[in-house]
């Protein structure tokens, strides 16, 4: 529990996934694969794929627009927007854009990068922010579209990853504090296990003076590396995280990971002796959405009631750089359900 008086609370949750989906069945016309093989490996059965005209700006925006209906503030009344993404429309940022569609004209707003564990990252980011007394209203958003970055003939990835977005407002909630603990980590000797990385190409400007006019190239990953250090590390944070929030698992009501695979979800739950029905998974419907998965799941556990008032989740996300972090929160007069 932090020292100062302000403390933190999810208000309102959102979120916001494209129309179009492709099943399995539709994934093996376009490359040699199963339903079979992608289910058993992965639990995954379609995902949401984000249309040409569709972009991370308009998806997050969506989001947006449910969690501060939620949260019951207007979009004038934000100070801060964040918004987790791998994939923003332009190189720049595209916070700013979302700022602007939102009409949210009093908020700063940045991107923050840190791929699958961007949600997780932009949650303690904005956690700071209010602990410190520096803002009050923040809003977070995680939105990715991978579909733009995944090789459509690599069988090994184009079958994991979906489009989506989620959205949260997070708000000064006097001196009681909601999150309970958290736990940050990066190892960059891993990056290359899964990468979405600048190809350089020389370009002579002049004789001597040449620079890189290259392109990004589509996403590429060691699956098993990946595997192996998710049930490894995922594990290991959250035990470090529940230590530091001085809570034990069993006092724990939702284990909610990154959607990335339902085989990580199992082991990680299974090493820590979480029970099956305390693991919210929806991936079977949206494969992994990238900074999208956490909040995706939340607002939709939080819509059907599953997450009640009171109860204590703990988040983890984990994903390229590699990173991966863990948050505990207690839901006690979070998103108003
Ligand atoms: N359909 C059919 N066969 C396939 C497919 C596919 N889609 N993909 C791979 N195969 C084949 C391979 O070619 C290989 O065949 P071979 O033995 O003839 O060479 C065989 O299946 C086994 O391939 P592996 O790569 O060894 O398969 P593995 O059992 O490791 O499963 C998987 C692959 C599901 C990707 C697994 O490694 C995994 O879950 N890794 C974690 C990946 C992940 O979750 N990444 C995202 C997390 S981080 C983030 O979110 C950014």
């Known amino acids: ?14 979120s916001a996934t494209p129309k179009v989906t492709l099943d399995n069945q539709g994934l093996s016309k376009i490359v040699e694969t199963s339903d079979e093989w992608i289910s058993s490996r992965t639990g995954i059965k379609t995902r949401c794929l984000a249309s040409p005209t569709e972009s991370v700006t308009d998806m997050g925006a969506a989001a947006a627009r449910e969690a501060i209906a939620m949260a ?4 004038a009344e934000l100070d ?15 916070a700013s854009l979302l700022q602007e569609v939102l009409g949210a004209s009093k908020a700063v707003a940045f991107d923050l990068t840190a791929a699958c564990s961007g949600f997780i990252f932009g949650l303690v980011t904005a956690a700071q922010f209010i602990r410190t007394g520096t803002y009050q209203n923040i809003l977070l958003v995680g939105a990715d579209i991978l579909s733009r970055w ?21 708000q000064a909630h006097g001196p009681s504090d909601r999150l309970l603990g958290f736990e940050l980590r990066s190892d960059g000797s ?28 589509p996403i590429t990953m060691n699956g098993k590396e990946v595997y192996r250090f998710a049930v490894q590390r995922v594990p290991e944070v959250l035990s470090k995280a529940l230590f530091k929030a001085n809570m034990r698992t069993d006092e724990v009501d939702w284990l909610l990971l990154h959607q990335a695979n339902q085989r990580i979800l199992d082991a990680v739950a299974q090493r820590l002796q979480f029970p099956d029905h305390k693991v919210l ?30 109860d204590v989740i703990a988040a983890s996300g984990f994903g390229a750089g590699l990173t991966w972090g863990q948050r505990f929160s207690n839901g006690e007069g979070d998103c108003q359900i």
């Open 1 to 14: 529990m932090n020292q100062s008086s302000v403390g933190v609370a999810i208000t309102g949750s959102g």
């Open 72 to 75: 019951e503030i207007t979009p």
């Open 80 to 94: 801060l927007i964040i918004l987790a993404t791998s994939t923003a429309d332009d190189l720049f940022g595209s």
């Open 150 to 170: 995944v090789d459509w003939s690599d069988r090994r990835t184009c079958v994991l990853f979906g489009d989506g977005a989620g959205a949260v407002v997070m």
């Open 190 to 217: 891993q990056n290359d296990c899964l990468q979405l990385a600048y190809q350089s190409e020389a370009k002579e400007l002049i004789p001597g003076v040449s620079v890189s006019k290259g392109t990004y190239q």
């Open 281 to 310: 998974s929806n991936l079977a419907n949206y494969g992994n959405t990238s900074a999208a998965s956490i909040p995706i799941a939340l607002d939709e556990a939080v819509r059907s009631g599953r997450i009640k008032s009171g």
